[in-house]
């Protein structure tokens, strides 16, 4: 396992008789751990300050093994502690400093990640964010952002919030977009949950009209259950699916 930093990123051009590796190499290392990284997240993360590779005279990115360690303890805050870029930023640079950080506390770390704040109290909340925070937490431009909401993958509110499941939405969707998969490839999936939401619809709609409020109550509690079946069922289906065409 690469060790945790102890300073902050590299920066500058590189000389000769420095230890220093190609994109290419780190992205090699980094795989030892975490599987699933690839150059255009390295290169996102450079580009949100996360690590400062220095330079060849041609301007080939070159990092030294502290940019390597850096971006390790980046990837595994996000893995492990759910952590936007922000914070984790603002936690690296404090350690390089001296500084004795701590990282957020454990229940809040999820509601930080969804980037919503209640401004009165300070307190995290995980009820709804702005557009900014929802370009964050997938990191994603504004550009991405537009198209995916073209194909209706994502959706704003009449004030220009979303809600929870839209930033999970976005994380999702950039994650696959890291695989080649574009939004107009993924309409059949939004289709598909369309007609799945309709069926619970069907199912809990007498519930929601009847006039006993526990009656009400129970049709909320049944759309969430049905919810939950039809996401493992679709799950279960994708994988019985992918099982006989991979044999």
Do not use: C
């Not at 450079?46 to 360690?69: C, I, N, W």
């Not at 209706?152 to 809600?163: E, S």
Request: negative net charge; charged residues 30%; proline residues 4%.
């Amino acid at each position: 396992m690469l060790r945790t930093p102890t300073g902050g990123a590299g920066h500058g051009t590189a000389t000769a008789g420095e230890r220093l590796m190609s994109i290419g190499t780190v992205l090699s290392r980094l795989r030892e751990e975490f599987p699933e990284v690839t150059i255009s997240k390295i290169r996102f993360l450079e580009a949100e300050g996360l690590v400062e590779p220095r330079r060849t005279p041609s301007g080939y990115r070159k990092f030294s093994p502290e940019d390597v360690e850096r971006l390790a303890q980046v990837l595994r805050m996000q893995r492990d502690h759910y952590l936007p870029l922000k914070v984790i930023r603002e936690h690296l640079d404090a350690l390089s400093h001296g500084e004795q950080a701590q990282l957020p506390a454990q229940g809040a770390q999820r509601e930080l990640l969804d980037g919503a704040w209640d401004s009165d109290s300070d307190r995290p909340t995980a009820a709804r964010v702005g557009r900014a925070e929802l370009l964050a937490a997938a990191e994603v431009s504004e550009e991405e952002l537009d198209e995916w909401e073209s194909y209706g993958l994502v959706a704003a509110d009449a004030d220009g919030g979303y809600d929870s499941e839209s930033v999970t939405v976005a994380r999702l969707v950039a994650d696959l977009g890291r695989f080649g998969l574009e939004p107009r490839h993924l309409r059949a999936m939004k289709a598909a949950a369309d007609r799945e939401a309709g069926l619970v619809e069907q199912v809990v709609s007498p519930l929601r009209r009847h006039r006993n409020p526990q009656t009400r109550a129970h049709a909320e509690a049944t759309a969430k259950e049905l919810a939950a079946l039809s996401v493992r069922l679709h799950a279960a289906l994708v994988q019985t699916a992918l099982g006989v065409r991979l044999q």
